[in-house]
């Protein structure tokens, strides 16, 4: 029995990855693809921020709530990175692999996903962005503090002033519409799934 080569170049296969992982399904609200295709763009400006971080020198710096064997640009790198998949699942809300697991997946792959598998952790994520980016984090920088209730450092991005605060300010300012947008793409998830048969 002869096994199927997939003869198309890499790229071809780049890009049909991509469109399988990007395009909506059928009775999409347009207004739920934008805003799901924009979470990801919420959160990639602070993680450029942090990303910049590595060209800085640390030798000096307080490592914080850091375990001493994490080294400080490793959790930059990974926090990023997370945060940014993290995001990106919100595309599965409008896309064909938040309905349907993938073929490729062991055991499961094929299985329709179970509205509520994909409705609860979604609402809940909505819940506690929206706590953490509106409540915490603008309350903590209206009162100086850290997010542990100590107050901030001299040394702290918004506490530097100029351009550098306002650059952390543009940077993580978007952090505030990830919570709410995921809200209102979960809902619209809901309503379309449920209607299903």
Known sequence: MSVPVDDRPSGGRVRAAWKAA??????VPRW??????A???TVLPSGLWRLGLLFVDHSSADSGQLPHWL????????LS???ELLAFTAVGLVAAWGEVLPRWIPV?????????????PAALGAVALTGLWTVLALVTQVAGTTLQGDPAPTDFPSEVGGWSALWFYVCYAPLVLWGPLL????VAYWRRRRRMP
């Open 39 to 41: 979470i990801p763009f």
């Open 32 to 37: 739920a693809r934008i805003c799901a295709f």
């Open 108 to 120: 499961l792959g094929g299985r329709r996903i179970p509205v509520a598998a994909a409705v609860v």
């Open 81 to 83: 990175v997370v945060s």
């Open 71 to 78: 080294p400080l640009e490793v959790y930059v790198v990974i």
């Open 22 to 27: 990007h395009t909506p399904v059928a009775g």
């Open 183 to 186: 809200g209102v793409v979960t």
